[in-house]
């Protein structure tokens, strides 16, 4: 495990990257008009602030492996505590392309593990950024219970929720 990974939702993003960029004395390292990252080195962590979730706060927390291999020794992990909501494969979410598995805490807070290897131009992977948002295990929850898409949320190949595919 290499970065942790921290995403806030936030109601004001000039304002939040104005005070992100104060505490961790550098600018983001990606910056969209919903969206910004700084990738650290000290501390060690992808901090992400997004305009997207519906409420302010906590949006998820994660840890970015260095390579395929890594995910996966963490995606065994998470199966072993059952606690893998899904998993995505070349999923488009949030500048990125990349593989995943989300799961959640016994309080319920979100966890997205995930290896990137790609980056896409909007958000989600979509040509339209206003359908464009990252799939949250509750989105996907719905997907799957309406076998119907939600959002970008739809039913993969195998039946199980898709993200932005």
């Not at 505490?23 to 969206?35: H, I, R, S």
């Not at 519906?54 to 020794?73: M, Y």
């Not at 997205?112 to 131009?121: A, C, Q």
Request: hydrophobic share 40%; aromatic share 10%.
């Amino acid at each position: 495990m290499k970065r942790l990974h921290v995403h806030v939702a936030v109601a004001d993003l000039a304002q939040s990257i104005r005070f992100y960029s104060t505490l961790f004395g550098a600018g983001p390292t990606v910056e969209k008009g919903d969206y910004a990252k700084w990738m650290l080195d000290d501390p060690r962590v992808n901090f992400a602030i997004s305009r997207r979730d519906q409420v302010p706060g906590l949006s998820h927390l994660g840890i970015q492996a260095e390579d395929k291999a890594e995910l996966e020794t963490i995606g065994e992990r998470l199966m072993a505590a059952e606690a893998v909501a899904y998993a995505e494969h070349d999923t488009a979410c949030c500048y990125a392309r990349s593989d995943k598995y989300w799961a959640a805490d016994p309080q319920g807070i979100r966890w997205e593990s995930f290896f990137t290897f790609g980056e896409v131009t909007v958000y989600g992977g979509h040509e339209k950024e206003a359908d464009a948002a990252c799939c949250t295990p509750e989105q996907a929850a719905r997907a799957a219970e309406t076998a119907a898409t939600a959002g970008c949320c739809k039913p993969s190949e195998a039946g199980k929720p898709g993200c932005c595919a």
